[in-house]
Nanobody, 120 residues
């Protein structure tokens, strides 16, 4: 099970941090988001084994995914927020790394979603 927290209201240029705690062992943890009227899209992923990360081009350089190994928790630090970052953010996990980490269908565990709203 995944428990997400964080999010809320922000103005353009502000920062927010999301957290996602897993109840057990994990191989890959990531973040996806879904804006109103749009499909769910990949944001960032972290491979638990070696800490390697990948990002969507739209957030690269602004968002950072990190982890606390002891707490089995991943964080998404979101800086320089833009109105187009407004979405419900979901954390996701799977036991084994996949090269299709950007594909939401590859994940079998999802958090409840947390809303991020960025005003201009």
């Amino acid at each position: 099970q995944l428990q997400a927290s964080g999010g809320g209201l922000a103005q353009a240029g502000d920062s927010l941090r999301l957290s996602c705690a897993a109840s057990g062992r994990t191989g890959v943890m990531g973040w996806f988001r879904q804006a109103p009227g749009k499909e769910r899209e990949f944001v960032a992923v972290l491979r638990w084994e070696n800490g390697s990360t990948r990002y969507a081009d739209s957030v690269k350089g602004r968002f950072t995914i990190s982890r606390d190994r002891a707490k089995v928790t991943v964080y998404l630090q979101m800086n320089s927020l833009k109105p187009e970052d407004t979405a419900i953010y979901y954390c996701a996990a799977r036991f084994v790394y996949t090269v299709r980490y950007y594909d939401s269908e590859q994940y079998n565990s999802w958090g409840q979603g947390t809303l991020v709203t960025v005003s201009s």
